[in-house]
């Protein structure tokens, strides 16, 4: 089977924010306790965070956090985690039924956000809270001095302001599972006034609106059309979350159709884009609201033993989702779509980072375990920079249950200037097929294959328990002047980088 990428560095989509390769950490199971924080393990350094899942994670490249909530958010009193431990409160999360004892708070978290290497994406609770404990979370992580609550932080042992630059205000408040649901103009109201006195308090700060939380949720389109008419001149962003897997009539060997629901993300991504430039459009605005794609993955390997798990524990077996192999040719795809999307996808955090849905994975006595889909996010995060090229692809294409015309090869490339690199990544979905993968830089001149690595050969049922998946080097690949010919393997993710002469 033919499939054909041609790439010109002067047809661009958007230069890469890399805030899109962000992640999430909620107060949920063990993402927080025995995940990212776990003092009696011997890999805790001093502060008690692990240092092995720390290492795992800046594998990862993950650029920004986003942090407290989820669900957790909208009950959540940020001044239970501040100050001296042996005085916090231990309390109820409501939310997921579970007790929290405070022992990681703010401070912890930027802190390790630190060790990371990445940056804060604060959330604020607009559920039980409302818009004096928002002004005063920004004015404790960025006020300098001089009033109650910056010299608390101080005291608290931060001498100088967080400066956290994004806030999103609220989680998914449209949804009927959450504490303190409201109807779109409750939220836009509240979400509105919010953002005008957080704004009062930092100037430079970056807001992100809750969209609806699901696309199949009644309220969406309605939700997103009141939320932007009343908060457009105060934000910055628009949320959007979608998790896939195998719901409602799927069929679980339905993997062609599985593996085509990037294509639900492509038209979910772009109806969103429609509505805000609508509203643009409506109030005569010079300005444009961009997307933080601030919850995205695979989740619905847990569903079942999540019912099983006894309420209020510290740190229980929630939402641990096992990936196998098709799971993470379907976040390939996913990340490919967030990357064509780029021109305005300027935020996504990969929901979550560890032991919740997540692509770390620990044993609370023992290592870290890497999940299948740790592979192609780590790959997109460190060598998916500078700008994303148009895709000019020629497929065969094919049609599943709910999908027409579906590309098997998905295929996007990047070019990076500061060091003359294209990197392409590829994707093959045939179940049995190869693909021989042309691929034409135009006028470019090719130096040389800086790498070329594969991932296939497992079943689409096979995980990473037992730690033997890897990705392998993908040899069968042939470079002329303007050319590189490749083969790819039947249900397979791969990646190609190359350094090129531009001038």
């Not at 409750?186 to 992100?208: C, G, Q, S």
């Not at 996007?412 to 392409?424: C, E, R």
Request: aromatic share 10%.
């Amino acid at each position: 089977m033919q499939g054909s990428l041609t790439i010109k560095i002067s047809d661009t989509i958007a230069k890469i924010d890399e805030r899109i390769y962000g992640s999430f950490i909620e107060q949920l199971g063990r993402a927080v306790y025995t995940g990212i924080y776990q003092p009696e393990h011997p890999s805790a350094d001093e502060d008690g965070f692990r240092s092995d899942v720390i290492t795992a994670i800046k594998q990862l490249n993950v650029p920004l956090i986003r942090y407290p909530g989820g669900n957790f958010l909208s009950q959540y009193r940020w001044e239970d985690g501040i100050g001296p431990k042996d005085q916090r409160p231990t309390r109820l999360d409501i939310a997921w039924r579970e007790l929290e004892t405070n022992q990681f708070g703010l401070h912890e978290f930027i802190d390790w956000s630190k060790k990371v290497n990445a940056v804060p994406n604060m959330a604020v609770n607009l559920g039980t809270r409302g818009i004096q404990e928002a002004a005063d979370l920004v004015e404790y992580c960025n006020f300098p001095s001089g009033t109650y609550l910056s010299d608390l932080r101080q005291q608290n042992g931060a001498r100088e302001p967080f400066a956290i630059k994004t806030w999103c205000l609220g989680n998914e408040m449209d949804g009927p599972w959450e504490i303190g649901t409201k109807t779109a103009f409750e939220y836009a109201h509240l979400a509105n006034e919010t953002a005008k006195a957080m704004k009062r308090v930092d100037d430079t700060i970056e807001l992100v609106a809750c969209g609806s939380s699901s696309m199949d949720n009644p309220t969406f389109g309605s939700w997103e059309e009141t939320v932007l008419e009343e908060c457009y001149d105060n934000i910055d962003y628009l949320s959007l979350h979608r998790y896939y897997g195998y719901y409602n009539d799927d069929d679980p060997s339905e993997l062609d159709n599985f593996l085509a629901k990037n294509v639900d993300l492509d038209a979910f991504i772009k109806g969103v884009v429609a509505m805000c430039d609508a509203i643009k459009a409506r109030k005569r605005s010079k300005k444009t609201i961009n997307l933080s794609f601030d919850e995205w993955n695979v989740w619905y390997h847990s569903n079942d033993a999540d019912t099983q798990v006894t309420p209020w524990q510290v740190g229980p077996h929630l939402l641990e989702d096992v990936y196998n192999f098709e799971d993470a040719l379907l976040v390939g795809s996913l990340l490919l779509t967030l990357l064509k999307n780029a021109d305005r996808v300027k935020i996504a955090c990969l929901a979550q980072l560890v032991n919740v849905i997540a692509p770390i994975m620990t044993d609370t006595d023992g290592d870290t375990w890497l999940q299948s889909i740790f592979y192609p996010f780590m790959q997109v995060s460190n060598y998916g920079k500078g700008v994303v090229l148009t895709p000019h692809v020629e497929s065969e294409t094919y049609n599943s249950r709910e999908f027409n015309n579906v590309p098997y090869l998905d295929t996007i490339a990047t070019y990076d200037s500061t060091n003359q690199t294209i990197t392409i990544f590829a994707e093959n979905k045939h179940q049995h097929d190869a693909i021989d993968f042309n691929i034409d830089f135009d006028t470019l001149k090719l130096k040389e294959v800086i790498q070329s690595t594969q991932f296939s050969g497992y079943a689409p049922k096979d995980d990473n328990r037992d730690g033997k998946m890897n990705l392998a080097p993908l040899t069968a690949v042939n470079l002329d002047d303007c050319h590189i010919n490749a083969t790819l393997a039947p249900l397979s993710w791969n990646m190609i980088q190359v350094s090129v002469d531009s001038k």
